[in-house]
């Protein structure tokens, strides 16, 4: 089989497609090629050819060049949520190209504001008829190599059309059937939608799937549960061809509502997880930026530079204001998240700490007074909230709900001026008297316990935790830690949990990495390579849907390695300054504990390794 050359459509660095956060493309299950992180928001032809497909919202593109070669271009990860905006197409399905031709625009900085990630990949989706898949920026591709080149020197007159005349008419029937026959039938379906690349699948009884019969279904490249959503991989053009076979005549499933429907076959604590993580999630990279400038600092002491006063006030200014005024990005986020209006919830969560308040650490360390106050004969003591999460949280829920029941009863021409106002005045009576007293005592009792679990002797807490962690990740609800993670942050300036957290990741890398040395299908041994390698960098979603699930024995060593890792952490009480990056980019929260960070991960991935490799039996 030839090799190819595929000059990139986008200007940018070219990274290995094993390196992006979606499972479905670091797999290598739509196929070779790389990722892109855009320089420009420009997305050109890379060769002559036909657009084969436009995905409604503009943010993929599918190619087929002269020589037959077919392209998938998905720009960024999630960004079918945006539902079109920010994208400008200057092409449409069936249209011939040319190479160089402008495609598609996309506001690069403006996505990114909106919180997605614009890193594209560039995947040859029938790759399997070819050897090595290149993908390279144009100055970086000989004269030589331009022969090679897809598409570079054929002429549109041996254009190779849509697979119409090869069956693909029929296939996307018989797909449609066999996939229909496994799932128990149109009337075993809730709601139905599909991506660049998936079909998504709410049914209403699951035990009617016949996973393995649909795996084995020609045209069909995998398949997992994630989301409440049993996902059909299929491609890109293919997939929406399925789709349309499958609502055809019912009216019902193509105006079926999905994300509801998602979200009422979400178990209680996955309705709350997905809550947290959606208001937390937000304000993350925040708090990663802080736990970094932490680290910076920490590794210039360590290094013995002399830093002056004013230095460390500035760098006191980067490390302390995102915990100072924590309560009002919980109050903006929770806001956004529960349909109010964010710029209220701002405000709110400054109202929490305001200057006239006494600061919730200095009232702690005694060395300042609660305001007394006395309402129907009880005594309330008012003080600041800083780096409180629960009352900012329960404060901006109140907030939006009543927000949304107020416009409902003011006239539209009062609106913007009485809403505001009572919505401002009931949730800050509420937040002071009654929301910030009971919900801080809460949080203290809850964190509380949960912080004496994590320090119990002989390493008894980190075990529990690094063991469960990743199965709770299976599960779902595995966003509310997020909450647990800023409350460390917040009160105890470290985060002990990120400690445990990264042995827990790095063992099903390791799992997966040791299935790959043990698979003698060459294939295999790649696919479930490329799997394990987005691990140790956090992201543990390949390597365990795609790898030690599919097994369960991996995925069991691999807990036993995290708990042995957390272990390891909870005795060295081991604790990173920040969050959100754990193994290898995690290394930067450890700046001054290094030695036992890389003890840490050390176990996680030995015991996961060596346990997989000498028990696991790849017949299995």
Request: glycine share 10%.
């Amino acid at each position: 089989m030839k090799d190819i050359i595929i000059t990139s459509p986008i200007k940018g660095e070219i990274i290995s497609l094993s390196e992006v956060k979606d499972a479905v493309f670091s797999s290598g299950a739509l196929g070779k090629g790389a990722a892109i992180m855009p320089s420009d928001g420009k997305v050109v032809a890379p060769f002559d050819g036909i657009v084969s497909a436009l995905f409604e919202t503009k943010h993929a593109i599918g190619l087929i060049s002269t020589d037959g070669v077919e392209l998938l271009i998905h720009i960024g990860f999630d960004t079918v949520n945006l539902g079109g905006n920010y994208f400008t197409a200057y092409i449409t399905q069936g249209d011939r190209i040319k190479k160089g031709e402008l495609l598609v625009e996309f506001d690069k900085d403006a996505i990114v504001k909106s919180g997605y990630d614009v890193t594209t990949p560039v995947v040859v989706t029938n790759a399997d008829q070819y050897g090595n898949v290149s993908i390279k920026q144009e100055l970086d591709i000989t004269q030589a190599e331009q022969n090679s080149v897809a598409g570079s020197t054929s002429s549109p007159s041996t254009m190779v059309k849509p697979s119409v005349a090869t069956g693909a008419v029929a296939k996307e029937h018989t797909v449609a059937e066999q996939i229909l026959l496994h799932v128990g039938g149109r009337e075993n379906i809730r709601s139905v939608e599909h991506c660049a690349t998936r079909l998504r699948l709410i049914l209403k009884d699951k035990e009617k799937i016949k996973e393995k019969e649909i795996e084995a279904i020609d045209g069909v490249k995998g398949q997992f549960f994630a989301a409440a959503q049993y996902q059909i991989i299929l491609g890109t053009g293919f997939v929406n061809k399925v789709y349309d076979v499958i609502v055809n005549d019912s009216a019902e499933l193509r105006n079926s509502n999905h994300k509801e429907a998602a979200y009422d076959e979400m178990s209680v604590l996955q309705k709350i997880s997905r809550t947290f993580g959606d208001v937390f999630v937000p304000i993350i990279p925040v708090l990663v930026a802080t736990g970094l400038f932490m680290g910076i600092r920490g590794l210039m002491t360590n290094l013995g530079v002399d830093l002056g006063k004013n230095f460390i006030l500035m760098s006191q200014i980067l490390t302390d204001t995102a915990f100072a005024f924590l309560p009002a990005l919980v109050a903006w986020s929770t806001m956004k998240k529960f349909g109010g209006t964010p710029v209220i919830g701002i405000v709110l969560g400054l109202m929490l700490v305001a200057p006239q308040l006494p600061n919730a650490y200095v009232v702690a360390a005694g060395e300042a007074m609660p305001i007394g106050l006395s309402l129907f004969g009880i005594d309330i003591s008012i003080v600041g909230y800083q780096g409180s999460v629960l009352p900012a949280l329960v404060l901006g829920i109140i907030a939006a709900k009543t927000q949304q029941a107020l416009r409902k009863i003011v006239p539209d021409v009062l609106d913007l001026i009485v809403t505001p106002f009572l919505t401002l005045l009931i949730s800050m009576v509420l937040g002071l008297l009654v929301v910030g007293p009971i919900m801080h005592s809460i949080e203290i009792l809850v964190f509380g316990a949960i912080k004496t679990f994590l320090y119990l002797p002989f390493g008894i807490g980190g075990f529990v935790v690094g063991g469960l962690h990743q199965l709770i990740v299976v599960t779902g609800v595995h966003h509310a830690f997020n909450a647990l993670e800023v409350e460390l942050l917040a009160t105890t300036g470290t985060n002990m949990f990120n400690a445990i957290m990264t042995g827990a990741i790095i063992a099903q890398g390791a799992a997966a990495l040791a299935v790959a040395f043990k698979t003698k299908d060459k294939k295999k041994r790649s696919l479930y390579i490329s799997s394990a390698i987005p691990a140790f960098l956090g992201i543990t979603e390949p390597a365990i849907f795609g790898v030690n699930l599919r097994f369960m024995k991996p995925f069991i060593y691999a807990l036993i390695g995290g708990a042995c890792a957390g272990m390891c952490a909870s005795i060295f009480q081991l604790s990173g300054t920040g969050m959100g990056i754990t193994v290898l980019p995690g290394a930067l929260l450890y700046i001054n504990h290094m030695v036992q960070y890389i003890i840490v991960n050390a176990v996680g991935f030995g015991v996961a390794f060596g346990l997989t490799y000498v028990l696991y039996k790849p017949q299995e």
